[in-house]
């Protein structure tokens, strides 16, 4: 059996401000650049993604997997127009190239499931239809979709079978592209798609509440292979990326079995633990708040008391530049309390970095880290003016180590430790979310030596920092990525879905 394989990530702060250019799919900060063939499946066969999981199930079933093309871009504001555009064409140019040399059997697709284009509003529904209509309805086409993904009527009408990540911080990537695998060997075994049952439920939920590190998010994941198994079904839940301005953006879960009864029971039992709005409820911390109660958390602690900058993650949107919580750990002495023993990273500032790499170890310089950007409440903190010294210089070359993404390597090009009032900052020339302590280490800085240790990141650093941390707590500084998304100035979303559970 022939499977076509290809992959397009991109998700979509249509509030944020930077567009998701061309470039930003071909540049590698954190994901691998825009790569096809099978240099593609070479590159990305050891890396914690779905189309890695797949490949390797694929190669067990014996089907030859025929490699298209592998997109990914740091989440941004609105994929451009000529972006999405040269990413679907490549993928179906290679499509109809292997329709006609022997025909495809089945289609795989490694999708985020938020993205939303300047032109397309639906960029995986749009996707999969395109993908749909070449191939026609008979062979299976099978996605495997980031549990943020914002599932739509037209990427369930469009594809044989969806199935999504089932942790957050995503450390089943992998896992899941095999789990779409098994779903495709269902369906061809089956000689017809799979029944289908979905839900949409009515309200947004909080990034911060989705964690399946906390609750509910830990419950009611760890009931799905359960679910599965007694239903004979297999269950997914895409709590949805509450930053994405369309009609269908929100939750969304749903179920594929056989008959159309066990889909629909398989759902419901879902449904029933997912659907309390009052269990997504979420605390935030403003940023002087969190800062003075990890200092005296710290103070009793052999381990580091970890703080979420949310709002400016360049996980969802943010460009990690923001300064509300850098100017919190100045305005009330964390660093002279903690000399040496305060990090905050990591801060895309390409300039200073440079500078600082330019000078090297040791070397003074009168420096502006950071920038104030548009948000939806307003400008953000101004950057921070100041001497600095240089701790630290890297080239930005970084392999991943930890349980996310593991073995990725990123290219975040000139990078530092600098120190300004005993507190250090990571400074580094490529948007990067920090969720790997490796990345720390790159500029010097033990991040378990630390007593406090702020990092830009809503819930994917859990999956490395919260196991070698004391307490972890929330912090709430001004940036592009809401913590409550109903603060954002919606004018597209479905008039029937509250913006607050």
């Known amino acids: 059996m022939r499977v076509l394989v290809a992959g397009f990530q991109h998700e979509t702060n249509t509030f944020a401000p930077s567009l998701a250019d061309w470039a930003a799919f071909t540049s590698g900060e954190v994901f691998p650049a825009f790569i096809g063939g099978a240099a593609m499946l070479e590159t990305l066969a050891e890396v914690n993604i779905p189309i890695a999981g797949f490949v390797r199930e694929a190669n067990k079933h014996g089907w030859t997997v025929v490699p298209s093309v592998w997109a990914g871009a740091t989440p941004s504001s609105y994929v451009t127009e000529d972006a999405f555009e040269r990413i679907a064409s490549a993928i179906l140019e290679d499509l109809d190239a292997a329709v006609a040399d022997g025909g495809l059997d089945a289609v795989y697709l490694d999708l985020h499931g938020a993205a939303v284009a300047q032109h397309v509003p639906d960029c ?28 739509t009527p037209l990427m369930l009408e469009q594809a044989d079978a969806l199935v999504a990540y089932r942790t957050y911080p995503h450390v089943d990537m992998a896992v899941t592209g095999a789990r779409a695998a098994a779903l495709l060997a269902r369906r061809l075994q089956l000689g017809r798609r799979l029944a289908t049952h979905a839900v949409r439920l009515p309200y947004l939920i909080s990034l911060n509440a989705q ?267 001004l940036g592009p990525m809401a913590a409550d998304p109903s603060e954002l100035p919606f004018t597209q979303l479905n008039p029937n879905t509250r913006t607050k559970p």
């Open 124 to 151: 995986e529904g749009e996707l999969l239809a395109r993908v749909r209509a070449r191939v026609g309805a008979k062979v299976p086409v099978v996605a495997s979709l980031d549990l943020h993904g914002n599932v």
């Open 211 to 477: 964690s399946t590190f906390t609750e509910p998010g830990r419950t009611l994941y760890t009931a799905l292979p359960g679910l599965d198994a007694k239903h004979q079904a297999c269950v997914s839940f895409c709590p949805g990326f509450p930053a994405s301005d369309f009609a269908d953006c929100g939750p969304v879960l749903w179920a594929h079995a056989d008959s159309q009864a066990q889909a629909e029971a398989a759902a419901y039992a879902l449904q029933q633990l997912a659907q309390d709005p009052a269990q997504w409820q979420v605390a935030l911390l403003d940023p002087e708040a969190a800062v003075e109660q990890a200092m005296e958390l710290a103070q009793h602690a052999d381990r580091p008391v970890v703080i979420a900058d949310t709002q400016d993650n360049s996980g969802a949107g943010g460009d990690s530049n923001t300064t509300g919580m850098l100017h919190a750990l100045l305005k009330t002495g964390a660093g002279k309390r903690y000399p040496g023993q305060v990090v905050v990273g990591m801060v895309f500032c390409p300039d200073s970095a440079r500078a600082a790499c330019e000078a090297g170890v040791g070397a003074q310089l009168q420096l502006s880290v950071g920038k104030s950007v548009p948000t939806f409440a307003g400008p953000s903190d101004p950057p921070v003016q100041g001497t600095y010294t240089v701790r630290a210089v890297a080239d930005g070359v970084c392999r991943l180590v930890g349980p996310m993404m593991t073995g990725l390597e990123l290219q975040l090009g000139a990078s530092a430790c600098l120190e300004i009032d005993g507190v250090l900052v990571a400074v580094v020339s490529g948007k990067a979310q920090l969720l790997d302590r490796a990345m720390l280490r790159m500029v010097g800085v033990n991040s378990d030596a630390m007593k406090v240790v702020v990092v830009k990141s809503s819930v994917h650093f859990r999956a490395d920092f919260q196991p070698n941390a004391s307490h972890v707590l929330v912090a709430k500084a």
